[in-house]
């Protein structure tokens, strides 16, 4: 099968890699000549390393490079069976190229999104055969990161959803399935390890270095909120926060902080400019972290609990399954564990008291409890036998 894909920045050209490195013949397409020459450059780059670094040989890298195609318009996409689309972020303009992708594609070839935070059910409300469109959300780096999303939309057929995951299973992926709810598991499902780690900071509870302290040394995680945020881009990763409290109809859980957004209206992306939270500027001091064990703890438990409310209320909504959930935060994201079994190993009780505690003292929505965790904690129940 012959796989398209439409846009060939930092998500399509990774997805090309995959699906070249599969086997499959790639059709690259981007209409800015610019971009479709530096995602060449990069590729062959990232092949030559893998073969300099002994993870494959020259003729599969070189095989690899070969079979991908590189395009400034989707014209030739008639034979493919599976075309991902991975342009910007916006809502019209994905429309409309799927608009015009229905008149070049086969009736049977399957139409996907690799949007981040747009619902599959509104870009394929735009197709002519809704039924063949899908959800297939790859992270950053695709070649590197092992979890990928398959969003059915309410319009997608069973043939179609099938398809799709044993293709990206073929892949060597680890698919989870998700309900077509913004965020879908992995980005909604995180929202608190940023907007908590945020509002303790803002609250003055302690500095950015002693949060990030707080969450790899105490908690286990692999960086700290402040730390991925400025890798992440306090541009890209604001946007995406205020996507996901609009789309839930502002929910005050989601809500995104003021502090976030002076950084990336001031241009204080993170590492990218130089400058986020912390200052990356050579010799450059930035404040150390506080290492008392007591704050260390009360701030790890509070962003534990807020990540393991939002995986309750995910489950409690049906948005995946808890075993879909444990693993989209573990591979997805790294998480040091599945968010479900942390609250097995807590204790339920013990996640609704502390929760409940938050609630108590702020009297705000954002801390309310799910509904299951409570359900649970008075039947006595776990998540995992
Ligand atoms: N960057 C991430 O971490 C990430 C992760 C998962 C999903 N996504 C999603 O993947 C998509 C792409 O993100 P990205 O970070 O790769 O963006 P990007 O800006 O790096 O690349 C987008 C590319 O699409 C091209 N393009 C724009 N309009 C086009 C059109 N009409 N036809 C063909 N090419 C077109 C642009 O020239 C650009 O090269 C977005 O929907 C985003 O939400 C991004």
């Known amino acids: 099968m012959k796989v398209g894909i439409i846009g ?38 990232i092949l030559n390393r893998l073969v300099e670094k002994g993870r494959m040989d020259d003729p599969t890298a070189k095989a690899i490079f070969g079979r991908i195609y590189f395009m400034n318009d989707f014209k030739n996409f008639g034979d493919t069976g599976l075309v991902i689309e991975a342009i910007i972020e916006n809502l019209e303009i994905k429309q409309s190229v799927f608009t015009k992708l229905e008149e070049i594609v086969s009736e049977d070839c399957i139409l996907a999104s690799n949007t981040s935070s747009l619902s599959i059910a509104s870009i394929a409300g735009a197709c002519k055969h809704p039924d063949r469109v899908v959800g297939i959300h790859f992270f950053n780096p695709a070649p590197l990161m092992k979890l990928v999303e398959i969003i059915p939309a309410i319009q997608t057929s069973q043939e179609v959803l099938k398809k799709s995951r044993d293709t990206i299973d073929s892949w060597g992926k680890l698919t989870v399935l998700a309900k077509d709810t913004p965020g879908f598991i992995v980005n909604r499902v995180a929202r608190p390890f940023y907007g908590e780690a945020l509002r303790i900071y803002e609250e003055g509870v302690a500095n950015v270095a002693t949060i990030d302290w707080a969450m790899t040394d105490i908690a286990g995680f692999r960086m700290g909120p402040f730390t991925l945020m400025d890798y992440i881009g306090n541009d890209v990763n604001y946007v995406v926060t205020e996507t996901v409290f609009r789309s839930f109809y502002y929910d005050p ?42 704050t260390g703890e009360a701030i790890a438990d509070r962003i534990v609990s807020m990540l393991i409310n939002e995986a309750a209320d995910a489950l409690f909504l049906k948005i995946a399954t808890k075993k879909d959930i444990d693993l989209a935060m573990t591979k997805g994201v790294n998480y040091p564990k599945g968010l479900l ?16 505690d938050l609630y108590d003292l702020y009297r705000e929505d954002r801390y309310r409890c799910s509904p299951l965790l409570r359900k649970m904690a008075k039947m006595k129940e776990t998540f995992y036998k």
């Not at 990774?14 to 995602?39: F, M, S």
């Not at 002076?262 to 241009?267: D, F, K, N, T, V």
């Not at 609250?343 to 409940?356: F, N």
């Open 341 to 356: 079994q942390w609250a097995d190993e807590i204790g339920i009780r013990e996640c609704v008291a502390r929760l409940d």
């Open 8 to 45: 060939s920045g930092s998500m399509g050209s990774g997805i090309a890699q995959v699906a070249a490195t599969a086997g499959h013949e790639v059709y690259l397409c981007d209409t800015n000549p610019e971009a479709l020459q530096k995602a060449k450059d990069k590729l062959l780059k």
């Open 253 to 294: 859980r989601y809500r995104p902080s003021f502090t976030q957004q002076r950084l990336s209206q001031a241009g204080y992306h993170g590492r990218k400019t130089g400058r986020g939270y912390y200052d990356y500027s050579e010799g450059a001091e930035n404040p150390g972290a506080i290492k008392d064990e007591r």
